[in-house]
């Protein structure tokens, strides 16, 4: 009976060995698991954090371009107020010749056309009163052979030759527009390098 107990205790520590051994295999792979899980989970916090500071990076750069284009857009507004200033100030000071300085203007244009045969001159309503029938006689005939229209242009400052049924525009509202285009890149850069 005691090779029997014997047999008995052998087994059961066998068993509790057997037991044992599985307990450990579970725990040592528990910490495996354990183990892949956290470096699984720091890889995946890794790219999570890399995908948020490229979003971040990619918003900042989006806000940054939209900014500089905002600050662009809101300077070449401001530019755009000043020339237009500028170009009205220059109108207003043609508007504002004396009756001298708008026919020495008229003056320089007929010495243009001196060639042609013959000149009807429209006036502008706002400048009627700076050229004479008599100024014409005296001061613009020996330049051309020019014929100063009863016809005037509504609510214009300037002129309008016609000649050979061309017309030729120099109400001064239009000679500031048509020159704005050719001047607007040299007047920005007097005033704003």
Not at 45 to 67: P, V
Not at 80 to 109: G, R
Request: proline share 0%.
């Amino acid at each position: 009976m005691s090779d029997l107990k014997l047999l008995t205790d052998r087994l059961i520590e066998n068993k509790k060995s057997e037991v044992q051994d599985k307990i450990n295999e579970a725990e040592a792979e528990k910490e495996q698991l354990l183990a892949e899980s956290a470096k699984n989970l720091a890889e995946e916090k890794a790219k999570q954090i890399s995908l948020i500071d490229s979003r971040l990076a990619r918003k900042f750069e989006q806000d940054k371009h939209t900014l500089q284009i905002n600050k662009r857009n809101q300077l070449l507004s401001e530019k755009q107020k000043v020339l237009t200033v500028v170009f009205n100030e220059a109108e207003e000071q043609m508007n504002q010749w004396t009756d001298s300085e708008f026919q020495q203007f008229l003056l320089s244009v007929l010495k243009e056309h001196r060639d042609s045969d013959s000149i009807e001159l429209i006036v502008g309503q706002e400048s009627v009163n700076k050229v004479t029938k008599d100024w014409i006689d005296k001061v613009a005939k020996e330049v051309v052979n020019i014929q100063l229209s009863t016809e005037t242009i509504s609510k214009k400052n300037g002129f309008i030759l016609k000649k050979s049924g061309i017309q030729y525009n120099y109400l001064f509202d239009e000679l500031v527009k048509d020159i704005n285009g050719q001047l607007v890149s040299s007047v920005s850069k007097q005033l704003f390098d």
